[in-house]
């Protein structure tokens, strides 16, 4: 490897700078000579203060509660700063701690050479351009030599479609010469056509077309195959074997035919857009076939996917001229070798290996190698970045052993979960099958013989996607899973990341297929894919949740056929449940009343229902139907689950919460109309009473005269009333305080108190039995008749408006 360029100016004996640098074996210096050490050392601590928050320390909440909408008057600490940046990048918005993995030693230096590349951008320009030629020009030889593509050249960008924009302006100006004059008056004659799978995402080309300034009828939609398995011969580069058209893969003779019709229509064929590894399955198009049509109409292809990563394999000394897979490629290193801060590489073609060779030698550059600084495909040594800077650091740091080491283990990954899968008879493998059609080779072996393109292409597997499928009959075709299968696997995927996490998957949809699960270790940012032991704890995982899902199938048609049986029960339709189902219950004949009181009366009987049944099994939930009304929902059952007996709960529970429903609201229409009965009661005594004491008692000095002239009676004044919940009746309370001490400490054989004077009965009556209405035997008092003594009214006890219980 070559070794990094030295400035001029530094000291002969000066120690090299190594990135991976601790405070150990180097120590920060105040000389201009040694800047680039301080930053080295300065982004390392930096770093090793941001692994705080991976291993979980806790920070001040001073740390992430700082005002951002006004900058600050005063100056902050670097310190202060990084506990900010910390605090912000350890918890979300809500507070809650976030979870980050672990960096290796290469992941730190990529961080650092981030901030070498920034200090790099300072320094004057013609040393920033022997630096970034340098590095530019070691990184595109290594990575042109790991790949296999040795004629070709690089450009490096962050966004991942940047690439693929300047390769398709580039054809732009080879189809039209005139069209860096003329811009897009140059396609009058004949409108350019971009190829593409409709099983890749339409935001590739949109986004093509806008950068481009192209209308999207530029874009040709190619369909892909509709019979799983069609059988075709290729020849690939010297190998002669089957070809299993996959249906998630472009249709080459659709693609053929699209060619022709719009070379007669007067069209421009431009590019056609392949993939090595399709965005969710992971299927690779059959290349060669396309390369020829390319080739046969002149034009542009181009590559791009996780099976890309398959070229990087051998791991043996390539001899001799490599016919390149494509005309380009995009490739994304950073998420291969799970390294963030990584660009994007767009490999390209020179367009001089494929001149004509018995041509007459021109003098100076030909157009066609003009092309690519017109589309901008050339790395910028006059910019003020060194986009390549990082790469090349990571690559030094993992050595070409280490990057094939890590991409192997992104495919035994897959080679090991697809094997563990493909046993069980009820789950769904739709990616590729690694080994081929026959199984037969291995990664271990891809790496270690010779084998051409298309043998690495077919016999590994980027990703693995796969679903759980119903029981099939003997030569059944399943191609779409029916709805309720995809809430169960949506669900089986929502539990897989919960309870095995060691293996990271996504829960992903299939136009013609359905909710599928897919795991893709080319997408795992952590570098770290799962061991052997991990894959088995995650496959008996699934195992276990098999079994669940089977047995809830299984229990659900005698769930319906029960509900539906049950006079109180109704199947209630949950779109997004994928539980056994949601039932609501219902007295007989509510169903003919429901009117906004009597919705909102079963809403709560239901809500009271669930609670009950949760303090007995946590599987019932509180669901809503489409109408609006609430019902119960059952959960996931197991094979020995006995859905009779959750049933027959359910309609128990629910009886016992109706029935106190109706004691409370005839308790509570009871008390309200007792309470009405002895307001009217106190109202018609009190005129009595004043009509009987005569008006001059009420004058305020006359009366008191009159008072101590004749004195009142004890028994004189207005009785209290309360109210008896037992026989139903409004009483006079005169016995409450009479005969207090004898009620309250009565004895078995004890002469009961005499019969109050008053009794009302209320209206209406209440359907209690005898022993719920003993123990709900009390007495309601809304006012109390106060004695004139004084020293008696100390020692009553306030008993106005409260319940007593005897």
């Known amino acids: 490897m070559a070794s990094p360029p030295i400035d001029k100016n530094t000291v002969k004996n000066e120690v090299s700078v190594n990135v991976d640098i601790t405070k150990v074996n180097m120590q920060p210096s105040t000389s201009k ?236 064929p431009l590019i056609v857009i392949a993939d090595a590894g399709t965005p969710i399955t992971g299927h690779v198009d059959n290349i060669s076939r396309i390369k020829e049509l390319c080739r046969l109409h002149d034009a542009w292809l181009h590559l791009r996917g996780h099976s890309l990563a398959a070229l990087a394999l051998p791991n043996y000394q390539r001899n001799g001229h490599i016919v390149p897979v494509a005309d380009s490629y995009t490739l994304s290193l950073g998420s291969w070798l799970g390294i963030a801060g990584l660009p994007m590489i767009t490999l390209y073609r020179l367009w001089e290996s494929t001149s004509n060779l ?43 052993d280490g990057v094939h080491s890590r991409i192997r283990d992104d495919f035994l990954a897959s080679e090991r979960l697809w094997a563990a899968l493909d046993r069980y008879r009820h789950v769904r493998v739709l990616s590729q099958k690694p080994g081929g059609e026959s199984g037969s080779y291995t990664v271990s072996e891809l790496m270690s013989k010779p084998a051409n393109i298309s043998l690495l292409f077919e016999s590994t597997a980027c990703c693995v996607v796969f679903q759980f499928t119903p029981e099939l009959s003997e030569g059944e075709v399943l191609t779409k899973v029916p709805p309720y299968y995809d809430k169960l696997n949506s669900w089986l995927g929502q539990i897989l990341q919960l309870d095995a996490p060691q293996v990271p998957i996504d829960i992903c949809e299939l136009e013609n297929v359905g909710v599928v699960l897919r795991f893709c270790p080319f997408e795992n940012v952590t570098g770290q894919q799962p061991t052997l032991e991990e894959i088995q704890t995650f496959v008996q995982c699934l195992e276990q949740q098999l079994v669940i ?152 000095v006359v009366g008191t005269f009159v008072n101590w002239w004749s004195p009142k009676t004890k028994e004189s004044g207005v009785r209290g009333r309360s109210l008896n919940l037992t026989q139903g009746v409004v009483e006079s309370t005169e016995n409450i305080y009479k005969y207090h001490m004898q009620i309250s400490g009565s004895t078995p054989g004890a002469k009961n108190p005499p019969t109050p004077q008053v009794q009302t009965p209320i209206g209406g009556s209440h359907s209690r039995s005898s022993s719920h209405a003993s123990s709900q035997g009390a007495k309601i008092e809304n006012e109390r008749e106060v004695p004139k003594d004084s020293s008696k009214r100390k020692s009553l006890p306030q008993t106005e408006n409260k319940v007593l219980t005897p």
């Open 33 to 268: 000579n040694n800047q680039l050490g301080e930053i080295a050392i300065e982004a390392s601590e930096i770093v090793s203060r941001l692994e705080q928050v991976v291993e979980g320390t806790n920070l001040a909440d001073a740390a992430y509660n700082q005002p951002t909408v006004f900058l600050g008057m005063e100056q902050k600490r670097t310190e202060e700063i990084i506990q900010i940046i910390q605090g912000l990048i350890s918890v979300d918005e809500d507070g809650e701690p976030l979870s980050f993995h672990n960096l290796d030693n290469v992941a730190k230096l990529v961080m650092i050479s981030h901030s070498i590349a920034a200090f790099c951008s300072g320094l004057e320009r013609p040393i920033m351009q022997k630096l970034s030629t340098r590095f530019t020009t070691d990184t595109t030889r290594w990575i042109s030599q790991i790949f296999g593509f040795l004629d070709s050249s690089s450009f490096y960008h962050d966004d991942h479609l940047e690439g693929l924009v300047r390769v398709t302006r580039m054809m732009l100006h080879y189809k039209y010469p005139r069209y860096l004059e003329d811009g897009a008056l140059a396609f009058s004659s004949s409108l350019p056509t971009i190829y593409s799978s409709v099983a890749s995402p339409l935001v590739v080309v949109q986004h093509l077309c806008r950068q481009l300034g192209l209308p999207l009828a530029c874009v040709r939609p190619v369909p892909v195959n509709t019979h799983f398995g069609k059988l075709a011969v290729q020849v690939f580069w010297g190998y002669l074997g089957p070809f299993l058209g996959s249906q998630y893969t472009m249709d080459v003779s659709s693609l053929q035919k699209m060619l022709a019709d719009d070379v007669s229509a007067g069209r421009t």
């Open 549 to 700: 899902l089977r047995a809830t199938i299984q229990h659900k048609e005698t769930f319906i056929k029960l509900v539906s049986e049950s006079p109180v029960l109704k199947i209630v339709d949950l779109p997004d449940w994928a539980g056994l189902g949601g039932v609501r219950y219902a007295p007989e004949g509510w169903e003919q009343l429901l009117t906004d009181q009597a919705k909102e009366e079963l809403n709560n009987l239901n809500m009271a229902l669930v609670d009950s049944l949760r303090s007995t099994d946590s599987a019932f939930s509180l669901g809503e139907g489409a109408d609006g009304l609430m019902c119960v929902r059952f959960g996931m059952l197991t094979p020995q689950s006995d859905v009779e007996e959750l049933l027959n709960l359910v309609i128990r529970v629910g009886q016992s919460v109706e029935e106190n429903s109706r004691v409370l609201d005839s308790m509570g229409e009871i008390v309200k109309k007792g309470i009405e009965t002895a307001t009217l009661d106190l109202q018609k005594e009190n005129e009595e009473r004043l009509w009987q004491e005569g008006i001059l008692r009420q004058v305020p």
């Open 358 to 400: 018995n041509r007459n030698k021109q003098v100076g550059a030909t157009r066609e190698s003009t092309l690519p600084f017109l589309a901008g495909l050339n790395n910028d040594h006059q910019g003020r970045r060194i986009l390549a800077l990082p790469l090349w650091a990571a690559l030094q740091g993992l050595g070409r």
